[in-house]
């Protein structure tokens, strides 16, 4: 089992809609972080958070420790959000390196 | 330019061959990266550095060679290139225990 899960792997929206991208984890955190990678690979922090919500721009995450798991919410999606989002994780005792998710394939059609 | 730059971008090579990729960053991060991209995989680490001088291995760290003899630089080394080491490599750097900058990657592949 992967220690770092998420769902869905694919994921279509229309131009508009709300957007939940879902991350579990099986190892005790330090710290989640959501990252975007552009179509044309480029990788792009958008959070780390270890506690609560974070909120930038149209995208909120969230996490809940006791429960292991972590959402990537996109309001009022937009084509320009079409790229893949990855879920990682820094476990308790690493050395700063992060643990990734296969990510989520996001193409959002206007 | 300031950031992380990673060089060369794409990369054709031969199995046998040396080929050392190369990730500079200009913000004296202390902790840089490396990971492979794979399909069918997340990101994997293969060797990361505390500091300058200090290096560890990662989950997929055979057949790889790192130094890093400058905080700004942390190349990566295939000693002999195999088939299987076709893959996009990213960089990175990290201040602290706070969030990492990747490069843009080096797209290798190995005939």
Not at chain 2, 42 to 54: E, F, Q, T
Not at chain 2, 68 to 96: D, H, I, W
């Amino acid at each position: 089992k992967n220690e770092v899960e998420q769902s869905p792997q694919n994921l279509t929206a229309q131009e508009g809609e709300f957007i939940t991208i879902n991350c579990s984890y099986s190892v005790g955190i330090s710290a989640l972080h959501w990252l975007q990678q552009h179509p044309g690979g480029g990788i792009v922090s958008l959070f780390m958070l270890s506690s609560g919500k974070k909120k930038h721009g149209r995208l909120i995450a969230t996490i809940n420790i006791q429960e292991k798991h972590s959402s990537l919410h996109i309001t009022a999606s937009h084509p320009r959000d079409s790229a893949v989002y990855i879920c990682a994780v820094r476990s308790g005792g690493s050395q700063g390196n992060l643990i990734f998710g296969k990510g989520t394939k996001l193409s959002v059609k206007p | 330019d300031a950031g992380i730059t990673q060089s060369p971008r794409y990369k054709i090579t031969e199995t046998g061959r040396q080929v050392t990729l190369m990730c500079h960053q200009t913000w004296s991060h202390s902790y840089m990266f490396w990971y492979r991209q794979d399909l069918g995989h997340g990101l994997r680490l293969i060797y990361y550095s505390a500091a300058a001088d200090i290096t560890d291995k990662g989950e997929v760290p055979d057949g790889y060679v790192v130094s890093r003899s400058k905080t700004e630089n942390f190349p990566l080394t295939l000693e002999s290139a195999t088939r299987s080491q076709t893959s996009v490599y990213f960089c990175a750097s990290m201040k602290g225990e706070n969030i990492q900058y990747f490069g843009a990657g080096t797209r290798l592949s190995v005939l």
